[in-house]
């Protein structure tokens, strides 16, 4: 079990290691500089920046999904789901932050990732005793298993606005859920998974905050927002959490997404348009600093949804009370400084 451990932590630093070098390489190459993010104004940044680096970790991340089902870490049906098709969402991200896709399109190939995603977990997981009941229950079942992962793709792509936002918010949701896990006595499986989406993007912080070198791009906000939408259904499926447990960890991610198009579907006429109205972003805007809006939204989530998460999963039976409690905050800042503070 020690070697086992030490195996582990060896494993780990060295994807830490190729993480940050091969991060660092694609600052550097000739064939990325005219990848880049161009200032408009929806963006809060002063300069073009080189974006499209969430192709190496989600890349690298992929890579060692599949490397642990070969050591039998990872069961198949994780290895095609989130190994296989993560990778297929990273590249969508990618050509997007390449070619600059057509918004039908993209969501379109959004979609078929996410029915491939559904297809291969019922396919394996599914008995065929369950496609005899009742067929409206399917569909409700078959299109929230589609709709979430598309739902938490585009939250990834709504808060990735300023620097370390949104890899800031992966890392954190990565550690609460391998606690929570834990805690729990969930899967082991998922652990890793989670243990490794961590590495990776802990390599990536670096270069994205305080100042952004790189940004994640489509390669990244896609990549994150489909393995965290698609695990965490899984999540649910087979109880190793609940779901009070898991709306606590994305609360304000969550609460940020949905307050802000809500407001915005109440008070504007095109409301779908692009924006840069979310709370975080109005206030990054008046302060002038993206590293004192970052830091304040990370302390909170470390501080006060971390320990709210982890009673959700201490005291299950007072879990509704505790995901309301994360909520509530979130939903508050994003009422005062969100779409409606944009209208002043």
């Known amino acids: 079990m020690k070697f086992i451990h030490q195996f582990k932590i060896m494993n780990f630093l060295f994807l830490f290691s190729i993480s940050i070098v091969l991060t660092y390489l694609y600052t550097i190459l000739p064939q990325t500089k005219n990848i880049t993010s161009k200032v408009s104004f929806r963006s809060l940044h002063f300069k073009n920046t080189l974006r499209g680096g969430g192709i190496v970790f989600g890349t690298l991340f992929s890579v060692f999904i599949i490397y642990y089902f070969?050591?039998?870490?990872?069961?198949?049906?994780?290895?095609?789901?989130?190994?296989?098709?993560?990778?297929?969402?990273?590249?969508?991200?990618?050509?997007?932050?390449?070619?600059?896709?057509?918004?039908?399109?993209?969501?379109?190939?959004?979609?078929?990732?996410?029915?491939?995603?559904?297809?291969?977990?019922?396919?394996?997981?599914?008995?065929?005793t369950f496609f005899e009941n009742n067929s409206i229950i399917i569909l409700i079942i078959i299109c929230s298993w589609i709709?979430?992962?598309?739902?938490?793709?585009?939250?990834?792509?709504?808060?990735?606005?300023?620097?370390?936002?949104?890899?800031?918010?992966?890392?954190?949701?990565?550690?609460?859920?391998?606690?929570?896990l834990y805690i729990s006595k969930g899967s082991s499986n998922f652990i890793t998974i989670y243990s490794i989406l961590f590495i990776v993007c802990l390599g990536f912080l670096p270069f994205n905050f305080p100042s952004a070198k790189l940004f994640m791009g489509d390669a990244g906000s896609i990549f994150l927002g489909f393995i965290y939408g698609s695990t965490v259904l899984v999540i649910l499926f087979n109880n190793y959490l609940s779901i009070w447990t898991v709306i606590s960890v994305f609360s304000y991610l969550l609460a940020d997404t949905l307050s802000t198009n809500i407001i915005r579907l109440l008070t504007i006429k095109k409301w779908y348009g692009v924006h840069r109205s979310h709370a975080y972003q109005n206030l990054a805007r008046v302060l002038n600093n993206h590293t004192k809006v970052t830091v304040g939204i990370m302390i909170y989530n470390v501080f006060y949804i971390l320990p709210l998460t982890l009673f959700t999963v201490w005291f299950s039976n007072f879990a509704i009370y505790f995901t309301i409690a994360a909520f509530l905050p979130a939903i508050i800042f994003s009422i005062k400084y969100g779409p409606l503070y944009s209208n002043k």
């Open 147 to 180: 709709f979430v992962p598309l739902w938490i793709i585009n939250s990834f792509n709504f808060i990735d606005g300023i620097n370390g936002l949104a890899i800031g918010t992966a890392i954190f949701s990565a550690t609460a859920l391998i606690l929570s």
């Open 70 to 128: 070969f050591l039998g870490e990872i069961d198949k049906i994780d290895a095609i789901a989130f190994g296989i098709c993560g990778l297929f969402a990273t590249v969508i991200g990618f050509f997007d932050d390449i070619y600059d896709i057509n918004a039908k399109k993209k969501f379109s190939m959004q979609v078929l990732l996410s029915i491939s995603f559904t297809a291969s977990n019922f396919y394996f997981n599914f008995s065929t």
